[in-house]
């Protein structure tokens, strides 16, 4: 299970840094309903690259599923989270958890184990600001 796993993070991380060359925009606004998603190797989980060059550090939106949980993970670098729709939740390490509405924003330090779950009827989006490249790895 843990290799299945580490694969799909590996898939994910490879996948989505193709779709970063491609995420040029036609105009320089571009609304929520207009966003091109693509599906993330994990079930019931979608993002879009909103701008920027995954390589150096980019902004993505995610879509998730109504109680979808992503595993406990950790990512290389720091990123800035907003959720835009639904109750998007941040679980820590320790379990705890900090539910976010739309237009709350936290920091998210990069080496810091958490997951993350849609608690809402409604899929959830945010958009993660990443201070460099992306990346992502399960815990331990």
């Known amino acids: 299970m843990r290799k299945l796993l580490l694969a799909t993070a590996a898939i994910l991380a490879l996948a989505t840094g193709a779709f970063a060359d491609d995420a040029g925009h036609a105009s320089p606004h571009v609304a929520l309903g207009d966003v091109e998603w693509f599906d993330a190797p994990i079930p019931g989980v979608q993002l879009a690259l909103a701008w920027g060059e995954d390589a150096t550090g980019a902004a ?81």
């Open 60 to 140: 993505w939106l995610f879509k998730i599923d109504p109680g979808v949980e992503l595993p406990m993970h950790i990512h290389t670098h720091d990123y800035w989270g907003l959720t835009i729709q639904g109750n998007w939740v941040h679980v820590h390490e320790d379990g705890s958890e900090t539910p976010t509405g739309p237009g709350d924003y936290s920091l998210v330090r990069g080496g810091d184990v958490h997951a993350d779950k849609c608690d809402d009827a409604a899929p959830c989006i945010g958009l993660l600001a990443f201070s460099g490249p992306r990346d992502v790895a399960l815990a331990q």
